[in-house]
């Protein structure tokens, strides 16, 4: 099991850290803010994938993937639109 920095193009979502870790736990990976521990999603290592590199290029990508959290409208305006 190791915890390796990791270089996205996108931060946490979160909290906007840069400071992600690449998980290998057995036979996945995933990357996880080391901040606020978010945690992007896992990519199993499958047979005949090849070096972990490819699994954890998946992970970097599916991070990067990740919508950013959307601006909700406060319930009042919300409610003021629909009548
Ligand atoms: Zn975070």
């Known amino acids: 099991?190791?915890?390796?920095?990791?270089?996205?193009?996108h931060g946490c979502p979160f909290?906007?850290?840069?400071?992600?870790r690449l998980w290998?736990?057995?036979d996945v990976v995933h990357i996880s803010c080391k901040k606020c521990g978010a945690?992007?999603?896992?990519?199993?290592l499958e047979f005949g994938m090849?070096?972990?590199?490819e699994a954890a290029e998946q992970?970097?990508?599916a991070w990067d993937r990740r919508p950013k959290p959307r601006k909700v409208k406060p319930l009042e305006d919300r409610l003021q639109e629909n009548r």
């Open 1 to 9: 099991m190791t915890a390796d920095p990791v270089a996205t193009k």
């Open 24 to 26: 290998f736990i057995s």
């Open 39 to 44: 945690q992007g999603p896992v990519v199993k």
């Open 50 to 53: 090849g070096k972990k590199t």
């Open 15 to 20: 909290c906007n850290s840069e400071a992600l």
């Open 59 to 61: 992970a970097v990508a």
